[in-house]
């Protein structure tokens, strides 16, 4: 899948007609924005949870849930920005030694790769010659090296910008949804109730689209997830403003 886009990688061998397509697995806007949606949908309602359950009026809970709808956006773009560029920079680093590995040690270097390809299953003889050819060219050499001993790609870093950016717009839709029904001047918290889990379960059903779960299964999953962490929420909200009242 294109880090940038996160659309699908279309792999074809047109030889035998062949297609399939693979998911992003590497990062992407996926993770960010799954994890942005759940965790806004979850730390909002249970801050109106936690507030209602301390005896708010309800002007203090909406103010409550755009605070944190505002504060938990920024603050989850920020950690994934840092988070996502200190992992790319780590990369980039560990990428750099191996480039001075290669041109100082070729051989060295080439006998090592060899021995990984032996590893896998391939005869010595087939994989020193492989090694050899693949060493030939320092910029090959060092692009296999990375891909075999790091597992990574250095072509198709994650993008902290992206991350960042899904994560902020994933969140605050999430973080909205609770938020909503006291813009329209509900009192109760069973309507923020009701969206918080229907978002909750319509976003661990759209996760099960790239894994073999069923639908149904992870969206229950995470609506008990949520509906837990607001409940205990709810519980501390109601012991705090009765200590406090």
Same mark, same amino acid.
């Given at each position: 899948?294109?880090?940038?886009?996160?659309?699908?990688?279309?792999?074809?061998?047109?030889?035998?007609?062949?297609?399939?397509?693979?998911?992003?697995?590497?990062? @992407?806007?996926?993770?960010?924005?799954?994890?942005?949606? $759940?965790?806004?949908?979850?730390?909002?309602?249970?801050?109106?949870? @936690?507030?209602?359950?301390?005896?708010?009026? $309800?002007?203090?809970?909406?103010? !409550?849930?755009?605070?944190?709808?505002?504060?938990?956006?920024?603050?989850?773009? !920020? @950690?994934?920005?840092?988070?996502?560029?200190?992992?790319?920079?780590?990369?980039?680093?560990?990428?750099?030694?191996?480039?001075?590995?290669?041109?100082?040690?070729?051989?060295?270097?080439?006998?090592?790769?060899?021995?990984?390809?032996?590893?896998?299953?391939?005869?010595?003889?087939? &994989?020193?010659?492989? &090694?050899?050819?693949?060493?030939?060219? %320092?910029?090959?050499?060092?692009?296999?090296?990375?891909?075999?001993?790091? @597992?990574?790609?250095?072509?198709?870093?994650?993008? &902290?910008?992206?991350? &960042?950016? $899904?994560?902020?717009?994933?969140?605050?839709?999430?973080?909205?949804?609770?938020? =909503?029904?006291?813009?329209?001047? $509900?009192?109760?918290?069973?309507?923020?109730?009701?969206?918080?889990?229907?978002?909750?379960? =319509?976003?661990?059903?759209?996760?099960?689209?790239?894994? %073999?779960?069923?639908?149904?299964?992870?969206?229950?999953?995470?609506?008990?997830?949520?509906?837990?962490?607001?409940?205990?929420?709810?519980?501390?909200?109601?012991?705090?403003?009765?200590?406090?009242?």
């Amino acid at each position: 899948m294109s880090e940038e886009t996160g659309t699908p990688v279309r792999h074809e061998r047109e030889s035998d007609g062949i297609q399939h397509e693979h998911s992003d697995v590497t990062g @992407g806007w996926l993770r960010p924005a799954v994890f942005g949606a $759940s965790d806004g949908l979850v730390s909002n309602f249970a801050l109106i949870a @936690g507030v209602t359950g301390g005896k708010a009026d $309800s002007h203090s809970v909406l103010l !409550a849930g755009l605070a944190g709808l505002a504060a938990g956006a920024f603050s989850m773009a !920020a @950690g994934e920005y840092v988070s996502v560029r200190s992992q790319s920079e780590q990369a980039l680093a560990e990428i750099e030694t191996e480039r001075r590995e290669i041109l100082r040690r070729p051989k060295a270097e080439e006998r090592e790769l060899a021995q990984m390809y032996v590893a896998k299953g391939l005869d010595p003889q087939l &994989a020193t010659e492989v &090694a050899r050819q693949l060493s030939r060219d %320092p910029e090959v050499a060092l692009d296999v090296h990375v891909r075999e001993e790091l @597992g990574i790609d250095p072509g198709d870093l994650p993008s &902290a910008t992206l991350a &960042a950016g $899904s994560s902020f717009v994933a969140f605050a839709i999430g973080a909205f949804m609770p938020v =909503l029904p006291y813009l329209f001047g $509900s009192t109760a918290l069973w309507p923020a109730l009701v969206l918080t889990l229907a978002g909750l379960f =319509l976003c661990g059903a759209f996760v099960t689209r790239l894994t %073999p779960r069923p639908w149904w299964y992870g969206g229950s999953r995470q609506v008990v997830v949520g509906a837990i962490a607001a409940g205990v929420t709810y519980l501390f909200g109601s012991l705090v403003g009765a200590g406090i009242g």
